[in-house]
């Protein structure tokens, strides 16, 4: 500020004194010179430090080609090659879509990991966000980089509604379109042979990605749906009108248990699967070529095999019942293994992948990732699976500004980015309503949609199991002496918990009673001429707790 203050005095005293020269001896061109120059000598002299008296001017990228200089200032300031190296152009670079491409080859030693790596300083070289850079590995190199450089950051842009919205009905035996990849191209999905886990943090269109899935299996009246939301939020709701078997939450409602619900679903879906595998090796090689489940099998009604689509949205709900959640864990593990070689998808979303919420023994079950924005490279990998940060897949690269963007792997050869497509609350219900007007004109509205009472292994809740396991004489009785029995009953369900210590067995059975409002008491018994008291329950609070939700659900 000084050094301007004296510049400016200087400039002042000189050019005054200049000025009156040249009024007398100079023409009127070299005066009008002179003050056009003194003039800006003041303007800079008075100009703050951080903002220049003429502003720099603005080139956006989108107006530039790229050009072979361009890349090899990116990938000299990258550090990915040196000026003696250099690096190849196997091909030209060319306009792609709203984009350029360009394919590179790096020096020897150098591979496409390393390229991964430097994926914003590629960016900063070419003079673009990150977001506009996109790699793609070449497999007939290691040192061959193939790099996609958007004219704008194309995952902000919406891919808009559904193209289902316009569809009378969909065979899901065949792709469907889901969304479009970061250059407008529309992707197209199957779930055929596969179960998919979709992880992100929340509000990024999670859900809302799953539920477009779900939604193109809906208008298919073939397959049949199990649909079950952990957090119990309205973005399911609707799909009561179409799903099989549908719960919602993990509290009881209505004198429904959905938890429970959920495991009798799970263990009716086993025992059809287990059946399928049986009767499918049985069938003649001109119904069934190769054991395997066709089109035509899964339409026909006589076998009862059609297409199922199991989704469970915020699994970690479900999976860290204090109850339930090994059972429920066992089962999902078993079916995302087995079931889609017989036509069987499974589908679970997630805003906590990690070990403690859900465990990598289902996670690695799901041969198909979808990972929208997470926190860290570390959560990325632990949805896409191993080796995807090398291969240049990380989700947490994504911007808040990214809604229902994520890295797909495992649908085909090729993960890429998908940018899926919007169904919100009112496009959903009108895809439901017309999806149960198929099922109703077929004849495939079945279970919960059709208001069918499951089987009574399937309405069976804790409540019935205790009431088969007491003995009619027995007015109390110890809990651990209840766990004991309920796993000889159900060893699908209780038998966990029949390996627990007996102060383990008792607060397992205390904790699954208490959404009923049902307690447990002190029991005194004698045993060798010794009173021993245990916890215990009576059979009076069971029998008003079955009462109650008969009554409920009579009235629903």
Known sequence: MKLRSIIATLASVIGLGAALAMWVLAPAWLLTLALIALTGALGWAGTPADRPLIDAAKVKFRHRKLTSDI??????????????????????????????R???????????????????????????????????????????VSMWVANRDPLAVPTGRTPLLGADRVDFWKPFPWGRDERGVEVEISMLWLSLLVGAVPRQGKTFSARTIALAAALDPYVRLYVFDGKASPDWRKFAMVAHRVGFGTVPQSGV????????????????????????????????????????ISRDKKYDMPLVLFVVDEVQEYLMHPVHGKTILD???????????????????????????????????HQARFALRVGAYQVSKTILGAGS????????R????????????????????????????????????RAQALRQAEGTLTGDAAGEAPADAALATILDDIAAVIGKGEAKIWS??????????????YGPWAEMEPKPKAEQLTAALKPYGIGTDQIGRRIDGKTVNKRGIERAHIAKAITERNKKRDAG
């Not at 059946?275 to 035509?296: F, I, N, Q, W």
């Not at 940060?389 to 947490?396: H, N």
């Not at 651990?480 to 369900?493: F, G, M, N, S, W």
């Open 389 to 396: 940060y090398g291969e240049g897949l990380d989700a947490s």
């Open 257 to 296: 248990d959905p938890v429970m619900h959920l495991v009798n679903s799970l263990q009716e879906l086993k025992a059809d699967v287990e059946d399928r595998y049986h009767r499918l090796s049985e069938l003649p090689l001109h119904v069934c070529p190769e054991g395997k489940l066709t089109p035509a």
């Open 102 to 144: 360009v394919v590179v080859d790096l020096p020897y030693g150098k591979t496409f990991s390393d390229a991964v790596k430097k994926r914003d300083a590629l960016a900063s070289g070419i003079d673009v966000a990150e977001t506009q850079v996109f790699l793609d590995r070449d497999t007939t190199s290691s040192r061959r």
């Open 71 to 100: 890349v090899t200032r990116a990938f000299l300031a990258a550090g990915l090659t040196k000026p003696d190296q250099g690096i190849a152009f196997p091909q030209p670079i060319r306009q792609d879509g709203d984009g350029w």
């Open 480 to 493: 651990e002496t209840i766990v004991d029995r309920l796993a000889q009953h159900r060893p699908e369900v």
């Open 398 to 433: 994504l911007l808040k500004s990214h809604k229902g963007v994520g890295l797909l792997k495992g649908m085909s050869d090729d993960a890429g980015i998908v940018r899926t497509y919007l169904a919100d609350g009112r496009d959903a219900e009108t895809i439901l309503t």
């Open 331 to 365: 089962l999902l593990v078993f079916l995302a293994r087995v079931a889609p070689a017989v036509g069987v998808s499974v589908m679970t979303a997630t805003q906590k992948p990690d070990d403690t919420a859900c465990p990598s023994v289902l996670r690695d079950q």
